[in-house]
């Protein structure tokens, strides 16, 4: 079993829609980003959570630390959102700041 | 602000031939770290550099090796390239404060014939 889980794999939405991207993941973190892949590969950070909520637009990450479970929240999708969206965890056990990423998520958005 | 660049963009070689591979750190920040993301999958951690000296390592056999140069740029080297080495190789700049965040390159694509 991955350390960092996502779901689902594969999503994809008509325009307007709510979209709900989820992480679970297995150790003590120190922290969580939210990154997007575009098809060029580059990784653009969206968010970085230890706790509660942050919103950025029509972006929104929850995480419950207790749970050890993070959301994204697209909401009002737009085409222009289809992309690869991946969780990452910087476990609390390292003294570096190694990334354990999940696969992630394929979002494609249809106008 | 300068963000991260790395060269080059797209890369083909040849298995046994050996490849670097170039990354600049963001203004300000002392720490890179490479990963390799094979088609499909999440990127996986190569190592890190911290002042010029690596200070983690992942699951990666030692010909993968790495620097860091006082101005924190880094270079990522493969020796005795596989077919399996083909993947993107991503490279973030941070500061090693837990509390910080990363900014990534746009990677390196290397395709091993």
């Known amino acids: 079993k991955n350390e960092v889980e996502q779901s689902p794999q594969n999503l994809t939405a008509q325009e307007g829609e709510f979209i709900t991207i989820n992480c679970s993941y297995s150790v003590g973190i120190s922290a969580l980003h939210w990154l997007q892949q575009h098809p060029g590969g580059g990784i653009v950070s969206l968010f970085m959570l230890s706790s509660g909520k942050k919103k950025h637009g029509r972006l929104i990450a929850t995480i419950n630390i207790q749970e050890k479970h993070s959301s994204l929240h697209i909401t009002a999708s737009h085409p222009r959102d289809s992309a690869v969206y991946i969780c990452a965890v910087r476990s609390s056990g390292t003294s570096y700041g190694k990334l354990t990423f999940g696969q992630g998520t394929i979002l494609t958005v249809h106008p | 602000e300068t963000g991260v660049t790395q060269s080059p963009t797209h890369l083909i070689k040849t298995r046994g031939q050996q490849v670097t591979l170039r990354c600049s750190s963001q203004?300000?920040?002392?720490?890179v770290s490479w990963y390799q993301q094979a088609l499909g999958q999440g990127p996986q951690f190569i190592f890190q550099y911290y002042r010029e000296e690596e200070n983690g390592r992942g699951n990666f056999p030692p010909r993968f090796s790495g620097l860091q140069f006082p101005n924190y740029s880094s270079e990522l080297n493969v020796n005795a390239l596989e077919l399996d080495d083909s993947a993107l190789y991503l490279c973030?700049?941070?500061?090693?404060?837990?509390?910080?965040?990363?900014?990534f390159g746009s990677g390196t694509r290397l395709t091993v014939v």
């Open positions: 203004s300000g920040h002392n720490t």
């Open positions: 973030a700049s941070s500061l090693p404060a837990q509390a910080n965040g990363y900014t």
